[in-house]
């Protein structure tokens, strides 16, 4: 890795994108060092419903060399089961042992870390580990997720000895896995049904604002994702949580973030696998006062963009330090989510001076002019941008492979060159030795899950349409913008604001100028026609004063019809 490209036949893609992580990490390569947790939580629902499926399958490996082991989410060792003594010696003098840490930024790649930094099954042998006093064992690692929220939980992994390892140990493993999970759902599945239950009812016996929360689950009724800001939805669950752990009925007010004041009356919910949760029925005793939207602030870590959410923050700041560390990365997310402004504002921060180079490989009609002109670049400064990767043909990712790993072994050698950014939408398998160059990956989050920058985006966006624009957007508006899915994300935004710029130059937007497609709330990008009939419903809607029935006369369909409609396009019907 340090002298030579590296043959990726010889290494399978997982493991080498593994080996460039741990060695961006400066991972010992002689030894693992695990830090060591001296009393880890062992309290916890997976505990309770891993212990049982663990000791079955360790009697059924009873005389067999092969160690059950139990992490949590981070890759620490809560529990291991080993009844071979050499192999339970073995594991001792590398400290893979409770209270030990396997996560990859320590030990390097390994059946725990490298699962869990994938978020998939993952299986190491022999020399794949990046320390060479675990190359004698082979593992499996499968994580162990929620059965509700999905997220992971922790990680099963079987581990023996490198020659007794293979296909098998996998199988089995994932198999374990099923079996945890099955119990956390019986577990886990008594609280959330109970909480679910009286959620339902709260939300059939009145027309206002209610949600339910425990720890690892909120559900929000309609009218809670109408009224309530982002930053308002946030405070009530963090007031709910707080007050919900003295597990008796309180009612209290408070301010809200938007200038908002709720009534909340918090009810504990119970069930017969103890506390479920609780449930909220909320009352606004005022209304939030929303400014218009002014002049955006500048995002605080890059020049040239703004957003203040965390998922947006978290993907800027990563970006930002990969490029400080001199690694390449993918910038992975759905398209229209700001991915290449991202990677040009990293740029325009460090370097501005620098060549800024983007080529598209969505449009190879040439391919030999646009791989000749990244030989050039990749052979400068500054920074490369690989656009639409994942629309690569398979048949040239062999030879971009090659280009980028002679360029990182240039690099390793020299110490400089350029920074290389790939942007993709998904990933596929033909790309798996490409993406092996790029060891680390930042997920760019759709505008839905950062909604509450749409605020710093209208006025960012509308002086960039314009610099003498003197286009305002109303507070009414400002919601209906706020309200809508954006399924093309940060570039529907665009377009909409561009329509609207277009029909009118000065003054302030109101809810009448947006275009139909702010009236929907569906998650996905409508085709021409889909597009046209739902603008026309919409506009029918609007002249009807939100009256159904008149819209569909005037359409010329039928009540069931327009409400068919309404639901399918996802429109959120005008008051």
């Known amino acids: 890795m340090s002298a030579e490209s590296v043959d990726s036949n010889a290494v399978r893609g997982p493991i080498l994108a593994s080996w460039w992580r741990s060695r961006t990490w400066n991972v010992a390569a002689d030894h693992a060092e695990s830090p060591y947790v001296k009393d880890p939580n062992l309290e916890t629902p997976l505990i309770q419903s891993a212990g049982p499926v663990l000791a079955r399958l360790q009697e059924q490996l009873t005389g067999s060399a092969v160690s059950v082991i139990l992490t949590n989410d981070s890759g620490l060792v809560l529990d291991r089961r080993t009844d071979d003594p050499g192999l339970r010696r073995q594991l001792?003098?590398?400290?893979?042992?409770?209270?030990?840490s396997y996560a990859e930024e320590f030990?390097?790649?390994?059946?725990?870390?490298?699962?869990?930094?994938?978020?998939?099954p993952t299986a190491v042998y022999g020399h794949e580990h990046y320390a060479e006093n675990l190359d004698r064992l082979g593992c499996a690692g499968v994580p162990i997720r929620h059965p509700i929220s999905g997220q992971v939980v922790g990680l099963l992994d079987l581990t023996c000895w490198r020659q007794d390892a293979g296909p098998l140990l996998m199988t089995l493993a994932k198999a374990t896995v099923q079996d945890i999970q099955n119990e956390l759902t019986t577990q886990v599945g008594l609280r959330e049904l109970g909480l679910f239950t009286e959620y339902l009812r709260a939300c059939r016996r009145g027309q206002g604002i209610v949600f339910a929360v425990n720890n690892s689950l909120v559900m929000l009724n309609e009218h809670a994702r109408r009224l309530l800001t982002p930053e308002d939805q946030a405070a009530m669950l963090a007031k709910a949580a707080e007050v919900l752990t003295a597990r008796r009925p309180i009612t209290l007010s408070m301010s809200l973030p938007s200038g908002a004041a709720a009534k909340l009356s918090c009810t504990p919910v119970s069930s017969e696998a103890g506390p479920a949760g609780g449930v909220v029925r909320v009352k606004l005793t005022r209304e939030a006062e929303l400014p218009s939207t002014a002049i955006p602030s500048q995002n605080a870590l890059l020049p040239g963009i703004v957003g203040t959410g965390a998922l947006w923050l978290r993907a800027c700041n990563d970006t930002r330090n990969h490029h400080r560390d001199g690694e390449w990365v993918a910038l992975e997310g759905e398209t229209g989510t700001g991915k290449l402004a991202l990677a040009r504002a990293v740029h325009n921060r460090t370097d501005p001076a620098a060549p800024f180079t983007v080529l598209d490989l969505a449009d190879l009609s040439s391919p030999a002019g646009v791989f000749q002109r990244l030989v050039e670049v990749l052979d400068d400064r500054g920074t490369v941008v690989l656009r639409h990767l994942d629309k690569l043909p398979a048949e040239h990712a062999p030879t971009v492979t090659a280009m980028l790993s002679t360029a990182q072994s240039r690099q390793a050698e020299s110490g400089?060159?350029?920074?290389?950014?790939?942007?993709?939408?998904?990933?596929?398998?033909?790309?798996?030795?490409?993406?092996?160059?790029f060891p680390r990956s930042?997920?760019?989050?759709?505008?839905?899950?950062?909604?509450?920058?749409?605020?710093?985006?209208?006025?960012?966006?509308?002086?960039?349409?314009?610099?003498d624009t003197r286009l305002t957007c109303s507070p009414a508006a400002l919601q209906v913008l706020l309200r809508a899915k954006w399924p093309g994300n940060i570039t529907q935004l665009r377009q909409v604001l561009r329509k609207v710029e277009k029909r009118r130059r000065a003054g302030t937007i109101e809810p009448e100028d947006l275009p139909p497609e702010c009236r929907t709330v569906l998650r996905r990008i409508l085709s021409p026609l889909e597009s046209m009939e739902r603008d026309a419903i919409v506009r029918a809607l609007?002249?009807?004063?939100?009256?159904?029935?008149?819209?569909?006369?005037?359409?010329?369909?039928?009540?069931?019809?327009?409400?068919?409609?309404?639901?399918?396009?996802?429109?959120?019907v005008p008051r």
Request: net charge negative; with cysteine; proline share 6%.
């Open 542 to 572: 609007l002249d009807a004063e939100g009256n159904k029935a008149r819209a569909a006369d005037a359409l010329g369909m039928s009540r069931a019809t327009i409400y068919r409609k309404i639901r399918d396009y996802g429109i959120d």
């Open 416 to 437: 400089g060159g350029p920074w290389v950014v790939a942007t993709m939408t998904e990933g596929s398998q033909h790309l798996d030795d490409v993406l092996a160059c």
């Open 107 to 120: 030990v390097g790649t390994n059946g725990i870390g490298t699962a869990l930094e994938g978020r998939q």
């Open 442 to 467: 930042v997920p760019v989050p759709p505008l839905r899950h950062h909604i509450e920058d749409v605020r710093e985006l209208v006025p960012f966006l509308l002086l960039k349409l314009g610099q």
């Open 92 to 100: 001792d003098s590398v400290k893979l042992a409770p209270g030990f």
